[in-house]
């Protein structure tokens, strides 16, 4: 039986293969016969194999559809800072870290953030779908499962931040001082390189709430994603 993570893996890809622009997806949920997209921005005309609802807000295919349909391997990873959230009535939920257009923080229970957002890094440097992010973390406790930078402070990082590709910072709690500054610039760029996501971030683009069950509220759907 293939597993979920190369069924996300292959639907993107196969996206990606059927169209001439990649649509802009926030988030996606994997269910048992279908692999839905939410877009960040609507439309109304999919690739073929995928059905437009809700006026050009969601996309959905067919997960045995999907597992039969050609990719280009040639095509980079479409959609490489995808992280698992938890489960809604629909699948699995996943959201699109780069479409935030800004900060990403995650609050609430801020122990249970924490896991959270050392989840996401793991996955982040081992999922088929992110290539070659490059992740740093800051003030997070090393562990074997990350395959990124584990740094005290972003002034250590100084070198990776001028990497032309860019990737994603991940931070342990809110910046301060000079790392505030260098993280608002850094979003500030045109041809945005970083994505950055720190718990108990303040003002933010996207805030994503943790509950002491392990629920986490995305503001985005009517309800909170369960803990999986």
Excluded: K
Excluded at 104 to 126: F, I, P
Excluded at 186 to 215: F, I, K, M
Aim: charged letters at 25%; hydrophobic letters at 45%.
């Amino acid at each position: 039986m293939r597993s979920g993570a190369w069924t996300v893996d292959h639907a993107l890809r196969a996206l990606a293969t059927g169209c001439a622009a990649l649509p802009a997806v926030g988030a996606v949920v994997l269910g048992p016969e279908s692999v839905r997209l939410r877009l960040t921005t609507p439309d109304e005309a999919p690739p073929p194999g995928w059905t437009a609802t809700d006026q050009g807000r969601t996309w959905a295919a067919s997960v045995h559809q999907l597992a039969n349909a050609a990719v280009d391997d040639r095509i980079p990873e479409p959609y490489p800072l995808l992280v698992s959230v938890g489960v809604v009535d629909g699948g699995r939920l996943l959201l699109n870290l780069a479409e935030a257009g800004g900060l990403v923080s995650v609050e609430g229970d801020l122990e249970l953030a924490r896991n959270l957002v050392r989840s996401w890094s793991r996955r982040l440097t081992t999922s088929p779908w992110s290539g070659r992010v490059r992740a740093i973390r800051v003030g997070f406790p090393p562990d074997s499962d990350f395959a990124g930078w584990d740094l005290d402070r972003l002034a250590e990082a100084a070198a990776e931040l001028d990497d032309p590709y860019g990737g994603i910072l991940l931070f342990a709690d809110r910046p301060q001082g000079r790392e505030a500054y260098q993280v608002e610039r850094l979003l500030a760029e045109p041809a945005r390189r970083w994505t950055v996501v720190a718990v108990d971030g303040g003002d933010a683009a996207w805030r994503l709430t943790v509950g002491v069950d392990g629920s986490v509220d995305t503001g985005m759907l009517a309800e909170p994603a369960r803990a999986a």
